[in-house]
């Protein structure tokens, strides 16, 4: 009987009878612990493994930035992600450009993107939001399609350099790489950090809890959602283009519409609007893809159980429990 | 007027009732004879839309009493209520805007039978006749109330819940709901009427239960109601 | 014979007749989410995967039980309506009164479940369901060649999608339908069953689909992805109809297709995506859609 009156967004992971102490402290502390672990991850697992969990994470940390704390649902995530992806591989491939360089190019799109989708999909709320992302992210699918000297088809960007990193550093050394990525990834993480505990952020969350109320306080409020989008689409080309890099491909399979699924996924079992949930969902969900690999559809049903299981047992996810449960917000 | 020796028809023991997390009825308890017209009076946010509610089953949660012909209501889901012949009309009047005048009247199913014709309706209001095929919204306000009270005629249920039948009606008009509640009351009608106008409600009443803040405070029969206008200016504050 | 624009007739003709048979499915898959989204308020994500499962059906039913493609169109709607019902029982019920999008994301789930089984165990190569009989061939018109089953699928199409409409617009059940979306508490305070309803409108437009399903076997491939592409398609329509008016959905679905049947004669690059393209200039003029009202 606890989530009968949500209106807008979706508020059931809130632990709101945390928001009278300040969660940025903890929250912090938090950060350096991860920051820690990540740092020694590559001597107890595969630097390749983590780093495809650190792009995912980040990718659904930038996807819940607008599911999570703006409310807004979009299912069209893989244009941003897999658009980035391809900027990044063809510039580096065929540009005479350095490897950041492509990943800011990669994210610059993605962000470009976020903008113009943003503007023609933020007239619509709620599902029709969700349905619009969706469409748009299929013209963006069928782009890729389309443009075969550009996207190379089937085939993808294939064997794209992973180069030198300001010209100095050879990524093709994967601790090298992991520094590069473990990078990227904390300063994204930070930034939406930041980004939710602004006085910007904390206008989202009052539009995603309230926008009638919002709106009557004199904020324009399409204004603010337009600007959550950009900066979730561009942080998602991040993910996307850095990906490219890590594992020198970009195919169709990241324009596809079931790689919008995953962000969403991924959310859902860590806990959409917590900090650390995504990327916890990333965590959990990439062990099991890999767990699950030569096994086929079976991944595709058993994410889509776990879908159905969210929604109906587990709507805070795994981080929003814990935060309930110590009564803090994380 | 009560006459003892039946049993009520209704009886409402210790009501209480929540809508999400606040509660909003706080032990309500009063009963019904057979072909009684009771009032619920009381200042706004007294609870007395709020009882009609909890007697339909339109509330979540609910607790205590609601015996209903000698049938337990409490439990009960707002569907088998009324099939028990509980008929029902909402504020506002709730005459749907997607449907007909005529679908809007045929929309509850007869629960028992003995109900009231089509053409008897409208032989009682003849302006439904000429508006049958409009959209419920196009009438007006009176022919809207008109439209609600027919269609719960139309049913078979004798016991009727009518909520403020006659809000923001023209004098004429308020008239006219008055004669049909006296006809409903000759005809053997058990009626639970929710009223705002204290001089329409003394018109057609044998009983005033007085509500304050989710609670009964008070019942006053129509006989005594010269007697007790003091008392009853003070709770309405009129 | 005379040429329009370089184009001949034959293929003009050829393609708009290609465009509104997809624009049939359009039609009759939008007005089943729309009629789902009327009462449940939940965008129906497995309604792809319901009219695969019709497809499929039909081409299990032939294959091991040897049903044909008549009763095959009266089963597979059936027995996928009764397992729509009990998914509406068991786990879209249990979501009611929370926001809308938990809707849309267990659906989402519920799709790939299905797709995923029926690629497992049929693999996602295309399913050949052959062309019933009594409807082989076509005739010559002169102008253009009209195959008898693409004929049947558009002209069942459009009777289906009409006694839909008459249904709910015409008929006692239909008037309690509508009364249920405006004000579900009410009608059940009138003595109407309305869960039970709920239950047997998610029933009733997801046996549209699957009918869709049975109708596109012998056009279409059967696969397990048939579903998904064509719904985000469909989503698109939506969007672009609006989903207030039954009709709407129905002029929305048929016209959309024959734009792009039009549009695989003169661009045919653009086919892919110019309902998409539509949607985007759609929602810049008018955003609530072309037949829906601003909320």
Redesign the interface.
């Known amino acids: 009987m606890t989530?009968?009156s949500?209106?807008i967004?979706?508020t059931?992971a809130r632990a709101t009878p945390a928001a009278e102490r300040d969660p940025k402290q903890l929250q912090r502390w938090i950060f350096v612990g991860l920051f820690l672990f990540l740092c020694a991850a590559p001597w107890f697992a595969y630097p390749i493994f983590v780093m495809k969990i650190l792009c995912f994470a980040l990718f659904a940390s930038a996807f819940n930035l607008l599911f999570g704390y703006v409310g807004l649902?979009s299912?069209g995530h893989a244009a941003y992600f897999g658009m980035a992806s391809y900027v990044a591989a063809y510039t580096a491939k065929f540009w005479p450009v350095t490897p950041e360089i492509a990943i800011l190019l990669g994210t610059a799109t993605a962000t470009l993107m976020g903008l113009v989708f943003g503007a023609?999909?933020i007239?619509?709320q709620?599902?029709?939001f969700?349905?619009?992302t969706?469409?748009?992210a299929?013209?963006v699918y069928?782009?890729a399609?389309?443009t075969p000297k550009f996207t190379h088809g089937e085939d993808g960007l294939q064997g794209v350099p992973r180069g030198y990193l300001f010209g100095i550093f050879d990524l093709a050394n994967d601790m090298t790489l992991y520094a590069m990525v473990l990078a990227i990834f904390m300063g994204g993480m930070l930034l939406i950090h930041r980004v939710i505990h602004s006085p910007f952020g904390q206008i989202l969350q009052a539009i995603r809890d309230n926008e009638p109320r919002a709106i009557s306080l004199g904020y324009r409020t399409q204004r603010y959602k337009l600007l959550g989008l950009v900066l979730s689409a561009g942080i998602a080309g991040l993910a996307g283009a850095t990906k490219a890099i890590v594992f020198q491909v970009a195919t169709l399979v990241d324009v596809h519409?079931s790689m919008s699924?995953e962000p969403?996924l991924m959310t859902?079992v860590g806990g959409m609007g917590t900090i650390f949930g995504p990327m916890v969902g990333a965590a959990v969900i990439g062990v099991m893809q890999n767990y699950m690999q030569g096994l086929?559809?079976?991944?595709?049903?058993t994410?889509?159980?776990?879908?159905?299981f969210?929604?109906?047992a587990f709507?805070a996810g795994i981080v929003g429990t814990i935060g309930r449960l110590i009564r803090r917000d994380i | 007027m009560p006459d003892g020796t039946r049993p009520p028809r209704l009886t409402v023991d210790g009501l209480n009732a929540w809508y999400g997390p606040s509660h909003v009825l706080f032990g309500v308890s009063f009963d019904v004879a057979p072909g009684e017209v009771v009032t619920l009076l009381g200042r706004n946010g007294a609870g007395k839309t709020t009882t009609l509610r909890a007697l339909?089953?339109?509330l979540p949660k609910r607790m205590g009493s609601i015996l209903f012909d000698g049938v337990e209501t409490i439990g009960l889901?707002?569907?088998r209520?009324?099939?028990l012949g509980m008929g029902?009309v909402?504020e506002e009047r709730?005459i749907?805007?997607?449907?007909s005048v005529r679908?809007n009247l045929?929309?509850?199913?007869e629960?028992a039978p003995g109900g009231a014709s089509e053409e008897e309706i409208y032989g009682l209001f003849p302006n439904l006749r000429e508006r049958r095929f409009s959209r419920g919204t196009q009438l007006s306000g009176g022919e809207q109330q008109m439209l609600a009270i027919g269609r719960i005629m139309r049913?078979g249920a004798r016991f009727l819940l009518l909520d403020e039948p006659t809000e923001g009606l023209a004098p004429v008009i308020v008239e006219q709901i008055g004669r049909t509640i006296a006809a409903l009351k000759a005809q053997g009608f058990t009626v639970i009427l929710v009223e705002q106008n204290f001089r329409f409600a003394a018109a057609v009443a044998d009983r005033h239960v007085v509500m304050e803040t989710g609670r009964v405070v008070d019942t006053i029969p129509n006989d005594q109601i010269g007697a007790s206008m003091g008392r009853l200016r003070g709770y309405l504050g009129i | 014979m005379f040429e329009l624009i370089g184009i001949p007739p034959q293929a003009l003709l050829g393609q708009l007749f290609l465009g509104l048979i997809n624009g049939s499915f359009y039609a009759t898959l939008s007005l089943g989410l729309a009629v789902i989204?009327g009462l449940l308020h939940?965008?129906n994500f497995a309604h792809g995967a319901f009219y695969m499962l019709g497809a499929f059906a039909a081409w299990f039913g032939l294959t091991h039980f040897g049903i044909g493609y008549w009763s095959a169109l009266v089963l597979a709607p059936l027995i996928v309506g009764a397992a729509g019902i009990a998914v509406e029982r068991l786990?879209i019920a249990?979501?009611s009164?929370?926001?809308?999008?938990?809707g849309?994301?267990?659906t989402?789930?519920?799709?790939?479940?299905?797709?995923?089984?029926v690629?497992?165990f049929y693999g996602s190569s295309g399913l050949r369901y052959p062309v019933p009989a009594d409807l082989a061939g076509g005739k010559n018109l002169g102008f253009m060649f009209l195959p008898w089953y693409r004929g049947w699928v558009l002209a069942i199409s459009v009777v289906v999608c009409l006694t839909t409409w008459f249904v709910i617009e015409r008929t006692?059940i239909g008037?309690?339908l509508?009364?249920a979306?405006?004000?579900p508490?009410?009608?059940?305070?009138?003595?109407?069953?309305?869960p039970r309803l709920v239950s047997l409108t998610y029933g009733v437009g997801v046996a549209l689909a699957a009918f869709a399903g049975v109708l596109a076997a012998p056009i279409y491939s059967v696969q397990p992805e048939m579903g998904?592409d064509l719904l985000?398609?469909v989503?698109?329509v939506?969007?672009i109809g609006g989903m207030g008016s039954i009709l709407g959905s129905i002029l929305t679905g048929l016209g959309l297709g024959l734009i792009e049947g039009l549009t695989k004669v003169f661009y045919p690059?653009a086919s892919?995506?110019v309902i998409?393209?539509i949607?985007?200039v759609v929602?810049?003029i008018k955003?609530?859609g072309l037949f829906g009202s601003a909320q």
Not at chain 3, 97 to 102: A, F, R, S, T
């Open positions: 989530d009968t949500a209106p967004g979706l059931a649902l299912f023609i999909a007239r619509r709620g599902i029709y969700a349905m619009i969706l469409a748009l299929q013209l069928f782009f399609i389309q519409w699924g969403i859902l086929g559809s079976w991944l595709t049903v994410q889509g159980l776990i879908f159905i969210c929604v109906l709507r | 339909m089953g339109m889901p707002g569907r209520i009324a099939r029902y909402p709730g749907f805007a997607s449907l679908e045929f929309l509850p199913p629960i049913t | 989204f939940i965008i786990l249990r979501i009164g929370l926001n809308v999008l938990y849309l994301l267990l989402f789930g519920l799709a790939l479940v299905v797709q995923g089984l690629r497992n006692r008037s309690t509508r009364a979306q405006e004000n508490g009410l009608v059940e305070a009138f003595g109407i069953n309305v998904a985000i398609v989503f698109a939506v969007v690059e892919n995506v998409f393209v949607m985007v929602l810049m955003p609530e």
